[in-house]
């Protein structure tokens, strides 16, 4: 069985929503995300993550924490949208208390406004101007990107989906420009954290109405640490 397509976006076919999915995931949609590594960086500099080994250890751990985190957070955001129940402010501060970081939080409204910026210009919807109200215009990642895929028409799952190739893509190319790993090298890589995580995809779309205090919000204090720690640094190559 596969997803309903969220009430309240345009009336789009199966044609128009593939392609949609597919130019959400092109590394070339204007999301900002190229210059960002999702922390891959910032913990390069407290470790060694040259070899593929440990880039796979790294994938799992941010899909461990911050994707799981996110995949609830589209879930339920996606869901209140279709439900005509989504409460902006409320959405806000839900995702604003699941990052501890200063500097992740900035990078997460630079990111969320990027989002926003792109997607009113290509689906343009009054959707994706109420999204940032609450923060005059600078909403948090996630919710623009829920956002942004309600109104293209993704399903909750494909959703889910697209927001954690993102992720994944961050550090993988991240780690061929930072250690010269092998571009097909890194691609295999990328495939296969998203198929050890694949049910991330499930797990977010099954949260529906589940009220935001049941969310699980899985984290790692060393993710925080270093993001402080690279946001002060001289001489990075990603913003975050």
Partial sequence: MTDPILEGSRP???????????????GRFPSGGHAHSAGFEAAATLGDLDHPDELDRFLDGRLATTGATDAWLVGAITARIANNTIDWKETDTEVQARIMSPALRTVSRTLGRQWLRAGRRIWPDPLLNEVGLPNSGNPHQVAAFAAVASVAGLSPTD?????????????????????????????RHHLDALERWHHLTKVGAAAGMTPWR???APSGPMTDIAAERH???N???FQS
Avoid: E, K, W, Y
């Fill in 12 to 26: 789009r076919n199966d044609a128009t929503r593939h392609a949609a999915r597919t130019v959400l995931t092109d």
């Fill in 159 to 187: 959703a889910i989906a697209v927001h954690l190739h993102h992720l994944v893509s961050a550090v993988t190319t991240a780690a061929v420009r930072l250690h010269g790993l092998d571009p097909f090298t890194a691609q």
């Fill in 214 to 216: 049941d969310l699980p």
């Fill in 231 to 233: 946001a002060r640094m």
């Fill in 235 to 237: 001489g990075r190559l």
